[in-house]
């Protein structure tokens, strides 16, 4: 389960770039159709532009899932997925299988001529993400060390391909067989087959699995390709798009008509916070089709009002169908791409979405407050007393996302028992040591929309359209880079809470040099962060001693539990941190020994850090050690 849902994740990131060819596209038929039904040079040249993306997409998924899958992936990543496609669709092309078996080119298996697809994609992105994570540290003899570690990756993502590409001879022709079956099975139910792929879809979503399904019908992996034959205006009128169209009123006015239910059946008390969720969840829901906000607020609270909405997203598919109403997206189907598609050529009847949406806003907002009120289910609003999310601190989480990050790390059970941190479309996706120690209701009273545990290790926390900025948050915390402080002298908890501390008025620091070592501008550490100064003004050292000391009187605000960085609060209130080592939280503490506790007051000299520098290199990272002033962009330092 937790291999789908990280292949669900890591697909988002070439599906991300759909919006772009879609306004492109969309923007060219708009041109067109107002220049006659012909293209101009405008019209062309957008047209173009957004079939550079769609007729490349199968590409753009070998090196986004190569990105997506591996472990703390770079560009080598991306380049192994890129090695990977280039080798296996040549070694599977059909001039290269004719050449190799000898046959005519008429008498070649068609299903090599459709081996650039985006099945294929995700398999070599599998491959360059796999050769990645297990021969990035490789290390060979010195006299082939100039192929160590990165390196050896595309060389053996190549060769590991050639044996997938002799495998895939066989199982391709069959696998590509049974698509073509199951897809063709499907379009021959017509109006019934696209509700069944709308029902299943939804069901989906939970597990994030609805990417896989959306594959078959939406790219060429079974010869259907409704979604790229839409946008590029290459499908057949009156059937292209049946697998998208019943999205649109769903997504535009159902939702939003459960949202309405929501926020009216809410307690007195508890409406103003909900009417706040719901409308922006509703917002994305209409304008950009980013349903997962709303979907998740009511999906575990009310599982069967979320079955509901999976059965009512199928007969929408159907009834579209048979209007008929043909729409495609670039994205998801939301007013957006509506407007932008509208004068698609493949787009029949579009003034019909509107109507049926006027319908299914009612639909939903009857249906979900008749169940809502029958039942007296638990939907946002109208939670135990318990489980309620207090209204100053959802407030607080909108003052900044790191805040809400500490808040997050907290309620899944602190840094150490999150082993694995990504995010997707509109939740963080994890992976933590100890299931048991995540509290759901520490998590919804942050900011959480719900929690989700698949199984295993996995945890989801749902937070919507800005998720990516607590992840980062969150990163930026657990690796050091922002430093969670309280003011000295104050009562400073363990975890070490934030409190507001004024910026010093002093724009020059004096600094005792913490560690043994060559003098380094920030512009000489090799992380970019660190370099730009984004982190803050400050000075670094490339140490030849073995043990970091405070650089002035103070109070250590927070020690790491990696030990590779610890915070200070001097006591001039400047907010100090001091990093060993670049990266070197992958060590996972290995290398470093505390000497000092969160709230330890400290004078200049005291010993905070001791650690392995040779540890350090040997696993491939630098030992160079940035000091940073947090809380005064205008800082300067020096060392003395």
Not at 196 to 205: A, D, M, V
Request: glycine share 10%.
């Amino acid at each position: 389960m937790k291999f789908f849902q990280r292949l669900g994740r890591s697909i988002m990131l070439p599906v991300a770039v759909l919006p772009v060819a879609a306004i492109l596209s969309g923007i060219g038929f708009w041109i067109k159709s107002a220049n006659g039904g012909d293209h101009n040079v405008v019209s062309a040249f957008l047209a173009a532009a957004g079939g550079a993306l769609l007729d490349n997409l199968a590409l753009l998924f070998a090196i986004g899932v190569a990105i997506g899958m591996a472990r703390k992936s770079d560009g080598t990543s991306a380049l192994a997925g890129l090695v990977s496609w280039l080798t296996v669709t040549t070694m599977l092309s059909p001039a290269t299988i004719q050449t190799l078996t000898g046959a005519t080119i008429e008498d070649v298996d068609p299903a090599f001529g459709k081996v650039q697809n985006v099945f294929v994609g995700i398999i070599c992105g599998l491959i360059g993400a796999w050769c990645y994570d297990h021969f990035k540290d490789t290390k060979l003899p010195d006299a082939l060390s100039f192929f160590s570690g990165k390196r050896s990756v595309a060389i053996v993502t190549a060769g590991l391909s050639l044996v997938v590409a002799i495998a895939l001879m066989f199982i391709w022709p069959i696998v590509y067989g049974g698509l073509v079956t199951f897809g063709e099975w499907i379009a021959t139910l017509g109006p019934i087959g696209a509700g069944i792929y709308g029902f299943l879809n939804r069901l989906l979503i939970p597990l994030g699995l609805h990417h896989a399904l959306n594959s078959v019908f939406w790219f060429d992996v079974a010869g259907i390709n409704d979604l790229s034959n839409f946008l590029n205006a290459d499908g057949t009128f009156g059937v292209t798009g049946q697998y998208m169209t019943g999205f649109f009123p769903i997504m535009m006015f159902g939702l939003p008509g459960a949202a309405l239910a929501i926020y009216l059946t809410a307690k007195t008390t508890r409406k103003k916070v909900t009417y706040g969720i719901m409308l922006s969840a509703a917002f994305a829901s209409f304008f950009v089709g980013v349903t997962e906000p709303l979907e998740f607020s009511f999906m575990f609270l009310a599982p069967w009002l979320y079955v509901i909405h999976a059965l009512f997203t199928g007969i929408s598919m159907v009834i579209a169908t048979l209007l008929p109403v043909r729409m495609g997206f670039g994205f998801s189907g939301g007013f957006i791409d509506l407007v932008l598609q509208w004068m698609n050529p493949l787009a029949q009847n579009p003034w019909l979405i509107p109507v049926m949406g006027v319908f299914w806003f009612f639909v939903y907002f009857f249906t979900f407050r008749f169940v809502i009120k029958r039942f007296d289910l638990k939907t946002p609003g109208r939670e135990d007393d318990a489980d309620l999310v207090d209204d100053d601190t959802v407030a607080s989480t909108a003052t900044g996302y790191h805040a809400t990050a500490a808040k997050f790390i907290d309620g899944l059970g602190g840094a150490e028992n999150i082993t694995d941190l990504d995010n997707c479309a509109t939740r963080l996706r994890m992976e933590v040591a100890d299931v048991s120690k995540v509290d759901e209701r520490a998590l919804k009273r942050a900011g959480a929309a719900g929690t989700v545990k698949p199984g295993g290790k996995s945890v989801q926390v749902v937070y919507g359209l800005n998720v990516q900025f607590v992840k980062d948050a969150m990163e930026d915390i657990i690796e050091g880079r922002h430093v969670v402080t309280a003011a000295p002298n104050a009562d400073i908890p363990a975890s070490g809470g934030r409190t507001a501390v004024a910026a010093p008025a002093a724009a020059s620091l004096a600094l005792r040099q913490p560690v043994a070592g060559r003098v380094l501008p920030l512009s000489e550490v090799p992380d970019e962060m660190f370099a730009a100064g984004t982190m803050g003004p400050g000075i670094a050292v490339e140490p030849t001693g073995n043990t970091i000391v405070a650089p002035a009187d103070g109070t250590v605000a927070s020690v790491f539990p990696t030990g590779h960085a610890i915070g200070l609060v001097l006591e001039d209130g400047t907010e100090l941190l001091i990093h060993i080592g670049i990266d070197t939280v992958t060590l996972k503490g290995e290398g470093f020994q505390t000497l000092v506790t969160a709230g330890q007051s400290v004078t200049e000299g005291t010993p905070l850090v001791r650690f392995d520098a040779a540890r350090i290199r040997a696993a491939g990272l630098s030992t160079i050690t940035p000091i940073i002033v947090l809380n005064n962009e205008n800082a300067s330092v020096t060392l003395r």
